[in-house]
């Protein structure tokens, strides 16, 4: 069997679930390192976007958690966790970013890893506040 047939074969068994999870970890396999060409705006008077009007709320949009640390300062840092991509979450009383699968915790600020498994920071992206529209770039 050729690579290319080998390959095609492989993504075809893994997208129909046919081999139990546990014996094909590649199929899980993925880039944890977050959305790249991030680019979109959160309007802050929109009721979807309004736990961003008070510091220390936080919503996740396009892959990216958005946390509003204080009432000038927004940080915006990769939603998925890279250390298995389980969606991460903000703990407002601990200022930590926490990922509730296996206890991994980051920096808010600069999204490095403080404790757990995760192998490497959330990546980060930088945020501008124009009146009510938030911004959030690669
Ligand atoms: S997936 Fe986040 S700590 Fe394991």
């Not at 204080?70 to 890279?82: D, K, P």
């Not at 009383?93 to 296996?102: D, G, I, L, N, Q």
Request: proline share 6%; with cysteine; glycine share 10%.
């Amino acid at each position: 069997m050729e690579r290319k047939e080998f390959l095609k074969m492989t993504a075809a068994i893994c997208g129909l679930g046919l081999i139990p999870v546990g014996l094909v970890q590649s199929c899980n396999k993925q880039s944890n390192s977050g959305p790249t060409n991030v680019n979109f705006t959160l309007d802050l008077t929109a009721s979807a976007n309004s736990a961003l009007n008070t510091v220390g709320g936080s919503l996740i949009a396009n892959g990216v958690i958005v946390i509003r640390s204080s009432a000038t300062v927004f940080q915006a840092l990769s939603a998925a966790c890279t250390h298995e991509g389980c969606s991460v979450g903000y703990n407002p009383t601990a200022v930590k970013v926490v990922c509730p699968c296996h206890g991994g915790v980051f920096n808010p600020a600069n999204g490095a890893v403080i404790s757990g498994p995760p192998p490497s920071a959330l990546t980060t992206y930088t945020t501008s506040l124009s009146g009510n529209i938030l911004t959030v770039k690669s």
